[in-house]
């Protein structure tokens, strides 16, 4: 708050959180099912075709796979990607959290 | 050095190009398919540290329009030579100013020159002024009045001029080491970083934009003083007068039909008619104070001016009114449009349109309207 942005020209570094809470954006959010998701019935590193695909870089290449809610805008491309459909975009207002 | 090769396109970038091919120039020459490439590559270039040129005239300067904001917005301090064209429809090729006196709002730092030896002088001061308040300038000059044109001019020294323009740093200096993102949205309000640092908005960037143009018409006088002193040629700063101390009829316009008006002013001051002229060298930053000392004095103003803004009146005599208003100087401003399209502007012409102006102080009151110089229809 007390340093002074003294550039003349738009810069930012990378750092998460740059453009904001992104999340704030979301209409849908990705609910993932793990009984489907094949990493995590598989038990070891397989698909992780939703953290490839993903544009905000928000899914862990884990297992379980996780997607950060504060920056995940809801585009729903995880979903859409899926081999196995293990993710759902559910409305924000039906989500359980 | 990026420039679209063909039309509308001036002996300039050629020559330029001949230069390069031949190693006198140090310079990378980019050929590119239009004049919003040529000025992104030149934008690329600049933010990386490159000292660039481009040049351009009337609808390819109005094609690189959306890249001319952008170069401004990133504060660049790219120089660009302007052939000052007319535009289409109708197509023309030949000279007058509407090319960048319809850029006038994008944020660049515009110059207008009288003669050739003043281009070859402006550029390199352009150079300087553009790396100390990072912005871009535009030097513009008339085409084939000036642009297909010969006269002897100095070639400053080499040496000389490296001595005058020292190396340019870039406002940002961009390595991997140290990643940035350069123009990333900025929204309307302001914004704490992930550093904690409060980060302007959209709307603070635009005002230390204006702000550094505030600035600029000094660096921009400075620099001409810095340039007179080092190579013994004075073209002025943001204005340039002749015989304007005792002138009781003031002629203004910018670039060659400027120097028309000098011409006139001898005819007239030959009749005993007390003229001068006041050439706008600069248009933006407008030099407003300059204005109001240099028309002090007068007791009619003429505006010449090789551009129009549809719909009102000159572009430059509106800029002139708003720099006067309040200020006690009170003269009439007549407004003349003058050699569109490469309309021949002869001497005698403004001089005649001075003697009209002289004629309407005794008495007659004079309707503000803009008038079309040696131009009839029907």
């Given at each position: 708050m007390e340093a002074k942005d003294t550039n003349i020209s738009a810069l930012c570094t990378p750092a998460a959180g740059e453009g904001g809470r992104t999340g704030d954006w979301r209409d849908v959010r990705?609910?993932?099912?793990?009984?489907?998701?094949?990493?995590?019935?598989?038990?070891?590193a397989a698909c992780f075709l939703c953290w490839l695909y993903c544009p905000e870089g928000v899914v862990t290449m884990?297992?379980?796979?996780?997607?950060?809610?504060?920056?995940?805008?809801?585009?729903?491309?995880?979903?859409?990607?899926?081999?196995?459909?293990?993710?759902?975009?559910?409305?924000?207002?039906?989500?359980?959290? | 050095m990026a420039a679209y090769p063909i039309t509308p396109q001036a002996s300039l970038s050629e020559i330029l190009s001949r230069y390069v091919e031949g190693g006198e120039l140090k310079a990378e020459y980019v050929r590119v398919e239009g004049e919003h490439s040529a000025m992104t590559v030149c934008i690329s270039a600049s933010t990386v540290g490159a000292r660039v040129f481009t040049a351009t005239s009337s609808n390819g300067l109005l094609y690189m329009h959306e890249q001319l904001h952008w170069a401004a917005g990133s504060r660049l301090p790219i120089v660009m030579c302007c052939v000052n064209r007319g535009v289409g429809a109708p197509w023309s090729i030949f000279n007058d100013q509407q090319d960048s006196v319809s850029q006038r709002d994008t944020g660049w730092i515009q110059i207008y020159c009288r003669d050739n030896q003043e281009i070859i002088d402006t550029i390199i001061q352009a150079y300087r002024i553009a790396e100390q308040v990072y912005i871009p300038v535009m030097v513009c000059y008339d085409g084939f009045v000036l642009s297909h044109t010969m006269m002897p001019v100095h070639?400053?020294?080499?040496?000389?001029?490296?001595?005058?323009?020292?190396?340019?740093?870039?406002?940002?200096?961009?390595?991997?080491?140290?990643?940035?993102?350069?123009?990333?949205?900025?929204?309307?309000?302001?914004?704490e970083n992930p550093q904690g640092v409060l980060c302007d908005g959209y709307m603070e960037m635009r005002y230390k934009l204006?702000?550094?143009?505030?600035?600029?018409r000094t660096v921009i006088a400075d620099t001409n003083r810095a340039f007179a002193e080092s190579f013994g040629r004075d073209h002025g700063g943001l204005i340039w007068t002749y015989m304007t101390d005792d002138a009781e009829l003031v002629m203004t316009g910018m670039g060659s039909i400027a120097a028309e008006a000098v011409a006139a002013t001898d005819m007239l001051r030959a009749e005993g008619i007390k003229a001068g002229v006041v050439g706008i060298r600069v248009f933006r930053p407008f030099p407003k104070d300059d204005v109001v000392?240099?028309?002090?004095?007068?007791?009619?103003?003429?505006?010449?001016?090789?551009?129009?803004?549809?719909?009102?009146e000159g572009a430059l005599c509106s800029d002139l009114k708003a720099a006067l208003y309040g200020t006690g100087v009170n003269a009439p401003i007549h407004n003349y449009v003058a050699g569109l399209g490469g309309r021949d502007v002869k001497p005698r012409e403004l001089a005649e349109a001075g003697r009209n102006a002289v004629a309407l102080l005794e008495g007659q009151t004079m309707k503000n309207e803009t008038r079309w110089l040696n131009c009839y229809t029907g």
């Open positions: 990705p609910v993932i099912d793990q009984t489907k998701c094949i990493p995590a019935t598989k038990g070891k884990t297992i379980p796979v996780q997607i950060d809610m504060d920056y995940c805008k809801g585009c729903g491309i995880c979903a859409e990607e899926c081999p196995p459909n293990a993710i759902r975009m559910v409305r924000e207002e039906d989500a359980d959290e | 070639i400053p020294d080499h040496e000389q001029v490296r001595r005058f323009l020292p190396p340019y740093k870039p406002h940002t200096i961009l390595s991997p080491e140290d990643p940035r993102t350069i123009n990333s949205v900025l929204f309307p309000w302001r914004r204006q702000a550094a143009f505030e600035t600029a000392r240099a028309f002090s004095r007068a007791h009619a103003i003429l505006a010449f001016e090789k551009a129009i803004s549809y719909g009102y």
